[in-house]
């Protein structure tokens, strides 16, 4: 109600300091404004004087593609102390990931203001670097509105429009934690099948969600398959029934995922985290959705991406969910076939 | 590091002060009721604004306006603006620092207008020049799918005539030869 209130009187103040003759208002603005904006650029500087990178969208796959390509970048440069600003506690675990040690978390309404900091003030003066080609809360930006002309992709947008570099750009893996007892430990307390489980993971922030009953047939299909089968699932997220909750750090989700063999996941920020992992990877695409002149798998292909080259990528037609659902077993099986005999996973040895 | 952020803030109040100016400028070029698309033209350079102006018709169709008033900093630009369209409101030439002035001002603004800044990197936080070259993307690329978010995108293949000797027109022109 009072944050309500607060934006509206900055809302007619702003109006007012654009139209009124004289400077008054304007004056009381920017006034008010810094008095605000020192409070947040101190935040996020975190008492460096150092770049500050700035990750002004809440998507788990941006920030960790964002923070991929700088670090490629910064390896080169070996400037590993730099501080990173993100929305959020999820995000700020994607920065802990990738090894930064400075780390700054703000709430949306914040990170709006930083950016608008930024584009009055000028992002190059007060030392900050925006990971993202258009930042939604900047309202400045035209890049987005390239998306999949010529081909450009996700990761293109990141490389090109944000760092200014091309497919040179390499995308650093994370430094996830090694295999320990207790993902073993997991596995036989709820009697999950080391290789033969498959990790669903339904959830999904920006694409469309696959209705609740195919996922929970789905994952009655993958029982009678021979598999077992849990959810991946946020904190304040039910596993599908039928399936076993699994919510792990990221830092661990390369050797509980290895372990398990397989996942199946709607296209989500997710499926950047754990492109790089040697398993069965089956990625399902919503359909009728348009970026730019193409649909959503043109764009955000894990494989046309370069983030992997192994991704089982797969788009429905309409509501055939259940043609879908042929298609996904269909996909494991061929999987299943190829990688017979092959010791996949770099956890496989593990194996019980 | 709380100098160099209060010695932005300042710099930004006193240009948004003179932004103000051009401002008025501006409105004072539309009459009231009226609701004419605002294009600007902040840069001097002739392969932005050829596009910027070849695109402003097909632009003005896909967003049902009737005519756009042309604000420019660019002799060219005002000088050639008929050449395109016949659906120019009224233009105004302004001095490259007021018109860097108004960009300064423009993320403050909600104008009720619909304004489209003909530019790359102008106002900050647009960063579109990073794409030029990518895959390939071309200027006009970029201006008629970026700027105008003309999607999707046909290229406009016809060409203004003129037989003049301009060299501002000329130059100008010269992108589409």
Redesign the interface.
């Known amino acids: 109600m009072i944050a309500s209130v607060k934006g509206r009187v900055f809302a007619l103040a ?2 007012l ?2 139209r009124a003759r004289n ?1 008054v208002f ?2 009381a ?2 006034k008010f ?2 008095l605000e ?2 409070d947040l ?2 935040r996020a ?1 975190a008492g460096s ?1 150092r770049m500050i990178y700035i990750c002004p969208y809440k998507g788990t796959g941006d920030v960790y593609l964002a923070l991929s390509l700088l670090c490629g970048i910064l390896k080169e440069r070996r400037d590993e102390t730099a501080t990173v600003c993100v929305i959020g506690a999820a995000c700020a675990r994607i920065a802990a990931l990738f090894g930064f040690s400075n780390i700054v978390s703000f709430e949306q309404k914040e990170m709006d203001d930083i ?2 900091m ?6 190059g ?3 900050m670097f ?1 990971l993202h ?1 258009d ?1 939604p809360n ?6 987005d ?2 998306r999949n ?4 992709n996700y990761r ?1 947008m990141y490389s ?5 570099m ?1 497919p040179e750009l390499e995308a650093v893996v994370p430094g996830f934690r090694p295999f320990d007892e207790s993902v073993a430990e997991y596995f036989r307390s709820n009697r999950l099948k080391p290789g033969r489980t498959v990790i669903v993971a339904p959830s999904v922030k920006t694409l469309g969600r696959l209705p609740e009953w195919f996922w929970i047939e789905l994952a009655a299909r993958l029982g009678q398959a021979g598999y077992s089968v849990c959810t991946n699932c946020g904190d304040d997220e039910d596993p599908v029934a039928g399936s076993v909750r699994l919510s792990v750090p990221y830092g661990m989700m390369k050797a509980y995922y290895e372990y398990a063999g397989h996942v199946i996941s709607s296209r989500s920020g997710l499926c950047d985290v754990f492109s790089s992992f040697d398993m069965c990877k089956i990625v399902i695409y919503q359909p009728n959705v348009f970026w ?2 193409s649909g959503a798998m043109e764009y955000f292909s894990l494989n046309r991406m370069r983030l992997c080259d192994d991704a089982i990528e797969i788009r429905y037609q309409g509501i055939e969910f259940l043609e879908l659902m042929d298609t996904v077993m269909l996909s494991l099986a061929d999987w299943e076939r190829r990688n017979q005999g092959r010791q996949h996973g770099t956890y496989a040895r593990y194996y019980v | 590091m709380k100098r160099n952020l209060l010695d932005s803030v300042w710099d930004s109040y006193r240009e948004c002060s003179s932004g103000k100016k051009a401002y008025r400028k501006i409105l004072k070029g539309i009459k009231q009721g009226d609701r004419p698309t605002i294009v600007l033209f902040p840069h001097d350079r002739s392969d932005l604004n050829y596009y910027g102006l070849l695109y402003i018709d097909e632009y003005l169709v896909r967003t049902l306006s009737r005519n756009a008033l042309i604000v420019t900093s660019s002799e060219g630009v005002y000088r050639s603006a008929e050449l395109f369209t016949d659906k120019i409101y009224g233009k105004i030439l302004l001095e490259e620092k007021e018109m860097l002035s108004f960009l300064m001002l423009y993320p403050l603004l909600e104008p009720g207008y619909d304004v489209v800044v003909v530019s790359l990197e102008r106002p900050e936080g647009r960063n579109a020049h990073r794409l030029l070259g990518a895959k390939g993307l071309t200027m006009e690329q970029i201006v008629a799918i970026g700027v105008f978010f003309i999607i999707p995108f046909r290229r406009v293949w016809t060409r203004p005539s003129y037989d003049g000797r301009d060299p501002c027109v000329l130059n100008l022109l010269k992108e589409g030869w």
């Open positions: 702003k109006s300091a654009v400077d304007l004056h603005y920017f404004k810094s904006w020192t650029y101190l500087a004087e950016m608008l930024g584009t009055v003030c000028g992002f003066r007060l030392n925006v080609a930042p900047s309202k400045m930006g035209i890049s509105r390239m002309y010529n081909g450009l293109d090109y429009g944000v760092f200014g091309g730019g002149s």
